[in-house]
Antibody, heavy 123, light 110 residues
Framework: EVRLVESGGGLVQPGGSLRLSCAASGFSFNNYWMNWVRQTPGEGLVWVSRINSDGSSITYADSVKGRFTISRDNAKNTLYLQMNSLRAEDSALYYC????????????????WGQGTTVTVSS | QSALTQLASVSASPGQSITISCTGTSSDIGGFDYVSWYQHLPGKAPKLMIYDVRHRPSGVSDRFSGSKSGNTASLTISGLRAEDEADYYCNSYTSSDTEVFGTGTKVTVL
């Protein structure tokens, strides 16, 4: 079964750090680009970051650039999101997603999602 | 990176067709044929319904179809069913090599 399982969420004070993990199983993790997406009641779905299959290409949303770091360990089939300098507005349900469709050296469409892990930034 | 613009809600009766629009700019929707659509039910993971403007993943009903004209993408649901009631989000690749989601549309089946 193709599966993604996020973990690492929790309650953290403003300015603090948290590392999210996304464990992949049931597919060749090292062949796929991966995304982090977050959801808040007020904003809906918001794209956070993307990493390509070997980790050589990474992009971030402006709102997290310089504070969040995406990475992956293909030997462990795991995706990470290191979140530093957290703010109240980073509070959200964080999803990891597999990017399933590739052509022209680009990949689009998140065809597998985890159930999410909740991050709450509050004093 | 401003969110793509979607109408907040759409409602229709079972069997009818609805079209959800998603408006962006020439830097996102208008510049690339890389628009995706997601169905999101409360408490569940989002589900990919359309990718690359009009392509359906395996297993997605052909009642769902996608299109694009200029800076606006559209998702049409034909033969509306009760199980289609959900939030729908568009998503586009951007010229900054990032992605952006729409504001979301709540579909209600009357």
């Amino acid at each position: 079964e193709v599966r993604l399982v996020e973990s690492g969420g929790g309650l953290v004070q403003p300015g603090g750090s948290l590392r999210l993990s996304c464990a992949a199983s049931g597919f060749s993790f090292n062949n796929y680009w991966m995304n982090w997406v977050r959801q808040t009641p007020g904003e809906g779905l918001v794209w956070v970051s993307r990493i390509n299959s070997d980790g050589s290409s990474i992009t971030y949303a402006d709102s997290v650039k310089g504070r969040f770091t995406i990475s992956r360990d293909n030997a462990k089939n795991t995706l990470y999101l290191q979140m530093n300098s957290l703010r109240a507005e980073d509070s959200a349900l964080y999803y990891c997603g597999r990017v399933g469709y590739c052509s022209n050296k680009s990949c689009r469409g998140m065809d597998v999602w985890g159930q999410g892990t909740t991050v709450t930034v509050s004093s | 990176q401003s969110a793509l613009t979607q109408l907040a809600s759409v409602s229709a009766s079972p069997g009818q067709s609805i079209t959800i629009s998603c408006t962006g700019t020439s830097s996102d929707i208008g510049g690339f044929d890389y628009v995706s659509w997601y169905q999101h039910l409360p408490g569940k993971a989002p589900k990919l319904m359309i990718y690359d403007v009009r392509h359906r993943p395996s297993g997605v009903s052909d009642r769902f179809s996608g299109s694009k004209s200029g800076n606006t993408a559209s998702l049409t649901i034909s033969g509306l069913r009760a199980e289609d009631e959900a939030d729908y989000y568009c998503n586009s690749y951007t010229s900054s090599d990032t992605e952006v989601f729409g504001t979301g549309t709540k579909v209600t089946v009357l």
